[in-house]
Structure formats: C-alpha cells, structure tokens
C-alpha cells in the first residue's frame, strides 16, 4: 500500500531559549529533523512532507533535498492544522505523521505500526511513561478498546491517571484525512485544532484504533528543551556504542565514545575512551584507536595503530601503520603501508610511502615521500610563498637531517640526505648530499660578555 509521510516542525521551540529553529538542533552532529527524515526515507514512502512555520527559511535552506515536499503553515494552530496543510500534496492509501524534533524513532516501529493500517484501521503509538504529564491520555473502554485521547490540560483527574500517553505518532487512512481534519475544531483548553481528536472520530466512524508500544520513552521523547536534548543524544550514542559491539568492536567505555556520522568497522578493533568519530569512517580489522582522538571522514586500512590525542580528517592509514601520539593528518593525507608518523607530526595532501617514517615534530605539506624515506624532526617543506602552493617530491629512501627547510617546489631523487639544518632551494639528485648551511667556525679564545656595574 502506498504511503505518503507529514512530518510536523513548525513549532517554536522556546525553552531552546535560542536562534536556530529547534529541528535544528543537532543530535549526533546532525539536525533532529534530519535524522527524522532520514528514517522516513527507509519507509520508501511516494512522498515526504515537511511543514515548517518557526525559522522557515532556515529548515528549508539547510535540509532542501529533491524527495522532500516542505509545506508552510503560517500560523500554528494545533497539530491537527498543521496536518491539514500538507492535505492537498497528500494522495497515498496511507498516511504517517511524525515529528521533527522526535528524532530517535526507528524505522522498524514505524514499519509495525504501518502494518495495522487498512481501510477500517488505524494506528497509533503509544507509550507507558512513569510520570505521564503534558501527554495526551489513551482513553479505553471496560473492553481495552481505544476511544478517544485527551490532552493532559482537558483531562479529568480520573483520566490524569492514564500512564498510556500518546506519542503524537499515527498512522491512518488517506482517504479519510481530509474529512476529519475538517471537522476539527478548536474548542478545547489550549483553543487549537488537535491532530489528537481524529482518533475519537475514527471510532464514532467505526474504524478500530490498533495501537503499538514503542521499545522506550526515549525512542518517542521529544527534546523541548536542551536537557532533553542531551538525554536524546546520550541515548542514541548509547545505541551506537552497542551496535558496535555487536559488531566486534572493544569499547573501553561505551559511555565516553561519540559517533556523529556513519562508521563501518572490522573485526577486532579497540577503541580507547573520549573518541569522537565524524563524517564517513572506515575502521579495517584490528585497528587499535588511543584515548581522545578525533577522527573525521577518514579510512583505518588493518592493523592500523592511530594513538592518543590525535585528530585525522580525510586521511588514510596504511596497513599496519601508525600515527600520533599528538598527530594531525589534514585532508589528503596518506600513509602507505607500515608508515609511521610520531608526534607533532602535521601533514596536509601528503602521502607517505610504505614505510617512511616522520618521528617529531614536522609539517608536511603538498608532499609526495617515497617508500622507506626518513623524516628528521623539526623538518618543514616550505610549500607556500604567500600566493601559491608548490609541491615538495622525495623519491625512496631518502633521509632528510633534522631541522630542514624544503623550499617547494623542489624535488629530491632515491637515496638523497640533506645535512641538519639545511634550507633546501634547489632539486638534489639521487643518491647525493645537500647541504644548505652556514659553514661552522671556531673561535679561538673568544670571552664571554662580562656583566657592566652600575652604582
Ligand atoms: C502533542 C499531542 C499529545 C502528545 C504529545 C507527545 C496533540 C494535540 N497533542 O502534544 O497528545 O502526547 O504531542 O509529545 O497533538 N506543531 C506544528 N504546528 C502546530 C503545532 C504543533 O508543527 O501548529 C508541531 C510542533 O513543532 C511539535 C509537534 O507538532 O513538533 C507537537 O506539538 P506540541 O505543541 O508540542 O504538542 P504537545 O502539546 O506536546
Ligand atoms: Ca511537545
């Protein structure tokens, strides 16, 4: 049966207390209204329908995307209104509704909750809650069969006792829709047209109300304000430490790992505390990560070793090489297999070699280092004249002394060494030595200053 999606992110969002529409807030580094529209991709619905009020122009600038449908309600009336503005773009069997700042919800709820919907049912979901204030209650007769909702502000203190609340998320009917949304009306405690109130409807017309129960509370919790925010994000890097360990992965602390992006992993990997995983990463087998690394839209090859402190962003690690501690690979770096780049060690769009090595504190940059080829600390290739960027080549094994100064664009050939402290300007051939240097002199019996008196 065909599905059309409504999710709802017109509302204001106060208790954010901030400048950004609250479906922007960030949970897992994205956007709760992206998540929530990324879970309804997986649904395969013909269509998918945003409706936006607060900040309009801003959900539509950062989340605009071909497959979505963004619809505006002006002025926000209640649920039920914001609904009945996406009516005329809706023309599915079946129709869900879903929130924007609702983000956790999973794609397999949603996919049993779909399964109760046909022209005599609908559904709803629903959870059990603790402390069930502000949530509209699910009315059941003596039989269990659902009735009506009631909104906490227009419940009795009886039906305040109801611990079933609704989640807001339902799934109906489409032919259906636009008759009861246009008999909503908004004679009720908060004087707005309830989306809630088409359940009662459904009933007197004779259809059944199925409900499902979602896994948890935080699947369905909302984030009104920035504490919730945090129980949201918390939650779902709870999740995602869990799925990896399903997947083979060591996780000293699952309660100090963060992932804001997609990870694909190997067998056998361990991964340190405070490590913070962004963008699109890739973790081969046995890669061992250290404490307190960054690591952004980057690839682990096997047995790669990436130690603490270090921060990777669009980079890639060799097999069986090793980074850091303290090390900073800048897009474009990579490390051939067996590398090694110790700390202090910045590279930006270089590739090193199998087994070259950069031990301490250099910078390399717009750089191409052959297998084998040995980095003294303190080297810098010079690769900018405050205009342009010029590339710095180095064949295999070479050695370059400490503390030199490779002015690019220049290029040294296999089995080259400078001397320490070289400031290289011109190519060196293979197999010679440069040395760019002030020639070193003794002086006999010089005497060191003597300190002047002063009275
Ligand atoms: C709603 C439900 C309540 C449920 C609760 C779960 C109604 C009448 N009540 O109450 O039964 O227990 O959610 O959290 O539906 N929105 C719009 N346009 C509007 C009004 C709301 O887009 O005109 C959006 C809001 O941005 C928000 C969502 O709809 O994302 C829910 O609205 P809100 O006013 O927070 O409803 P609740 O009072 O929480
Ligand atoms: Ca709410």
Redesign the pocket.
């Given at each position: 049966m065909s599905l059309d999606i409504v999710i709802?992110?017109?509302?204001?969002?106060t208790r954010m207390r901030s400048a950004l529409p609250?479906?922007l807030h960030p949970v897992a580094g994205k956007p709760m209204l992206g998540h929530v529209i990324d879970t309804a991709r997986q649904l395969k619905p013909q269509g998918i329908h945003v409706?936006i009020?607060?900040g309009a122009e801003k959900v539509r600038e950062q989340l605009a995307a071909d497959d979505l449908n963004f619809v505006l309600?002006a002025?926000?009336?209640?649920?039920?209104?914001?609904v009945a503005q996406a009516l005329p773009a809706l023309s599915a069997e079946r129709v869900l509704i879903l929130?924007?700042?609702?983000p956790l919800i999973e794609a397999a709820t949603l996919e049993r909750l779909l399964e109760q919907v046909n022209d005599q049912q609908l559904g709803l979901l629903t959870v059990n809650l603790q402390d069930p204030t502000?949530?509209?209650r699910i009315v059941r007769d003596a039989q269990g069969t659902v009735q009506a909702?009631v909104?906490?502000k227009d419940a009795s203190e009886a039906q305040r006792l109801i611990r079933e609340?609704?989640?807001?998320i339902l799934a109906v009917p489409g032919k259906r829709l636009a008759d009861w949304l246009g008999r909503l009306s908004n004679s009720n405690a908060?004087g707005?047209?309830?989306?809630?109130?088409v359940i009662a409807m459904a009933v007197a017309d004779g259809l059944v109300v199925a409900t499902e129960q979602a896994q948890d509370e935080l699947e369905?919790l909302?984030a009104?304000d920035r504490i919730q925010l945090s129980q949201l994000e918390r939650h779902y890097q709870y999740r995602a430490a869990r799925r990896l360990m399903v997947q083979g992965v060591t996780l000293l602390d699952p309660a100090r790992f963060d992932l804001r992006g997609e990870v694909s992993v190997g067998r056998d990997v361990t991964i340190d505390v405070n490590v913070i995983l962004e963008g699109q990463v890739l973790i081969e087998d046995g890669v061992q990560i250290g404490a307190n690394c960054v690591i952004k839209d980057s690839m682990l090859r096997a047995g790669a070793i990436v130690k603490a402190n270090s921060h990777l962003e669009g980079a890639e690690v060799g097999e069986g090489a090793d980074c850091g501690p303290f090390a900073r690979l800048r897009p474009g770096s990579v490390l051939g297999a067996k590398a090694h780049v110790g700390n202090f060690v910045e590279l930006k769009n270089a590739v090193l070699g199998a087994g070259a090595k950069a031990g301490h504190l250099s910078y390399l940059g717009d750089a191409e280092i052959g297998a084998r080829t040995n980095i003294g600390a303190g080297t810098i290739t010079c690769n900018y004249d405050g205009a342009n960027k010029f590339r710095t080549v180095m064949g295999e094994d070479v050695f370059i002394g400490s503390n030199s100064a490779l002015v690019a664009p220049v290029t040294l050939g296999d089995g080259a060494t400078t001397g320490a402290g070289s400031v290289v300007t011109s190519d060196v051939p293979a197999n010679t030595l440069a040395v760019g240097r002030a020639k070193q002199r003794n002086i006999d019996g010089w005497k060191r200053p003597l300190k002047i008196k002063r009275d």
């Open positions: 709802l992110a017109a509302g204001q969002g609250k479906v409706v009020g607060h309600q002025e926000q009336l209640g649920t039920g209104h914001a929130y924007g700042d609702v502000g949530y509209g909702i909104e906490h609340g609704n989640t807001g908060q707005e047209y309830y989306l809630t109130d369905v909302g009104n």
